[in-house]
Nanobody
Framework: QVQVVESGGGLVQAGGSLRLSCAAS????????MGWYRQAPGKEREFVAS????????NYADSVKGRFTVSRDNAKNTGYLQMNSLKPEDTAVYYC?????????WGQGTQVTVSS
C-alpha cells in the first residue's frame, strides 16, 4: 500500500515563501514520477509542477515559472515544492501525486493561504 503525505502548508503574506514536502511510503519513491497540483475554492484542480524519477527533468505551469522549484531526495523518499514570491492567487490546497504508467497515488493535500 502506497501512502503519500503532504506537509508544509500554512498562512503567509504576499511575497513570502513556503516549502511543501511530499513523503511517500510503501514502495521505493524513486520508482515514481512526482507532480504537484493545486485546487482553489470553486476551481478545478490544476497542474503546478512535475519532476521525473531521477530528478533530471522538471516542468512548470506558466503561472509559477521562476517562482516555484520542484525537487526530490530519493534517499529520503521525499519530494519538495519550494514556493517563493507567493501571490494571493496561489492560495489553494496543494496536492502531491506520484505516478508511473497507469498507477497513481494522491496525498490528502495541504492548505496554502497567501494574504495580501
Amino acid at each position: 500500500q502506497v501512502q503519500v503525505v503532504e506537509s508544509g502548508g500554512g498562512l503567509v503574506q504576499a511575497g513570502g515563501s513556503l516549502r511543501l514536502s511530499c513523503a511517500a511510503s510503501g514502495r521505493t519513491f524513486s520508482w515514481y514520477d512526482m507532480g504537484w497540483y493545486r485546487q482553489a475554492p470553486g476551481k478545478e484542480r490544476e497542474f503546478v509542477a512535475s519532476i521525473s524519477r531521477s530528478g533530471g527533468s522538471t516542468n512548470y505551469a506558466d503561472s509559477v515559472k521562476g517562482r516555484f522549484t520542484v525537487s526530490r531526495d530519493n534517499a529520503k523518499n521525499t519530494g519538495y515544492l519550494q514556493m517563493n514570491s507567493l501571490k494571493p492567487e496561489d492560495t489553494a490546497v496543494y496536492y502531491c501525486n506520484i505516478n508511473r504508467g497507469a498507477l497513481g497515488y494522491w496525498g490528502q493535500g495541504t492548505q496554502v493561504t497567501v494574504s495580501s
